[in-house]
């Protein structure tokens, strides 16, 4: 590989909607238990088609918007480069193949399931997947640092969405129209131009 | 099930795609309460175990919503439920994405994005526990979650290294 990619050499970009639909086959396949740290690497790191703030704002864009994170990143990233066909083929090459690899796996499992050491070896998994998306909300924890909502707001905020939804199992769409709603307000409260900028603490 | 039920649950899946803010896995505990508690389509353990193999398994996570689709209701629940999963995020996702990426400085987008993080904290956490609570009185099971979380915490280690140790560890009758 040239390490000119400093210089004034032409961005490295898809050459059609075929490249991009490869490009994140490739990733999809690739990303166990969460596809998003490998996107980063391939799209960043190895393919060069956008830098790292570039992959961070369309991600947090992404991700504000409804709908699976990394889909929406397929989908913004396909559409900078071949407008709609680019989002399809981008979202078409992060689905198509692992989708039909893990209905193989659930037919699969379904003719399994009464082998007690199967059985046991998906329980083990079950708790290791509670685990992984545990780490996911610690490691979500250093974001909010610099969140203008502060601690003495977002975390009430996140215990109370946490209990609404796990403990008295409310609907999600009742948890985001009430709490979330509530809690903009307050980020939009706390965001106002002049007033308040002084008091909270760090 | 019948072709109402198919329809319900497309329809609930086109409800969950535009709640499914800060990733698919925030729309679990939803799609739980929907396919289990409320229609009694699968058990909680099918549920749990559909969810597991998905993460278990390369791709998107939002791909449990297949597994769940097609456990539920075989090659069409699957197909169903990940449409239905990606009709109206894709449309809003395409037309929005432009107007919110001119205006990321603006006072109500960053409000948006500031009062929605710890809300998709909450639902992650939630989401942890309830994908725990099948297992939670095997004390076993509460070793597996802990290392868990702190081998993706503190190491940059592949999940797969987890989810294989899980796998070997229920296998041998451990969970």
New interface residues.
């Given amino acids: 590989m040239p390490d000119n990619v400093e210089g004034v050499a032409p961005r490295p970009h898809p050459g059609s909607p075929a490249d991009l639909f490869v490009a994140f086959t490739r990733l ?8 998003l740290p490998v996107a980063q690497r391939e799209l960043v790191e190895r393919l060069g088609w956008l830098t790292q703030a570039e992959f961070a ?1 369309r991600l ?13 990143l397929a ?2 990233i396909g ?1 900078r480069y071949f407008g ?1 066909r680019g ?1 399809m083929a981008a ?1 078409g090459g ?2 198509a ?3 039909v ?3 193989i ?3 699969a ?2 003719g399994l ?1 009464d082998i ?3 059985a ?22 250093p ?2 640092a610099r ?3 502060g601690r003495a ?3 009430p ?6 209990v ?3 403990g008295l ?1 409310w ?3 009742a ?2 129209l009430g ?3 509530l ?6 409260w ?2 106002a ?1 002049t007033a308040t900028e002084s008091e909270t603490g760090p | 099930m019948t072709p109402a039920d198919l329809f319900a649950l497309f329809m609930h899946c086109l409800m969950l795609s535009l709640l499914a803010i800060g990733g698919a896995i925030a729309t679990v505990p939803d799609l739980q309460r929907f396919v289990v508690v409320e229609h009694g389509w699968l058990s909680v353990a099918d549920f749990n175990a559909s969810i597991a193999l998905a993460q278990a398994a390369p791709g998107p996570n939002l791909l449990f919503v297949a597994v769940v689709g097609f456990n539920a209701a075989g090659l069409l629940g699957a197909l169903v439920a990940m449409s239905g999963m990606l009709l109206p995020s894709t449309v809003l996702t395409l037309a929005a994405t432009r107007w919110g990426m001119r205006r990321r400085d603006t006072r109500s987008v960053k409000s948006f994005v500031a009062g929605m993080a710890p809300i998709t904290l909450g639902l992650l956490a939630a989401t942890g526990c309830l994908l725990a609570a099948p297992v939670s009185q095997r004390p076993v099971a509460w070793l597996l979650i802990a290392g868990t979380v702190l081998l993706m915490w503190r190491t940059r280690l592949s999940p797969l290294w987890a989810l294989g140790a899980g796998a070997l560890v229920g296998g041998f009758g451990g969970v």
């Fill in positions: 999809a396949l690739m990303g166990f238990g969460g596809v704002e947090s864009i992404g991700q504000v918007l409804p709908g699976p994170n990394v889909i929406n989908l913004i559409d709609l989002a979202v992060m689905i193949a692992p989708m690899l893990v209905l796996l659930a037919a499992y379904g399931a007690p050491a199967v046991g070896a998906v329980r083990g998994m079950g708790a290791v997947a509670a685990g992984l998306v545990m780490a996911m909300a610690l490691k979500l924890l974001t909010l969140n203008p909502l707001l977002w975390a905020i996140a215990i109370a969405c946490a609404a939804i796990a199992r609907p999600l769409i948890v985001l709490l979330g709603s809690s903009c307000a307050a980020a939009w706390k965001l131009p």
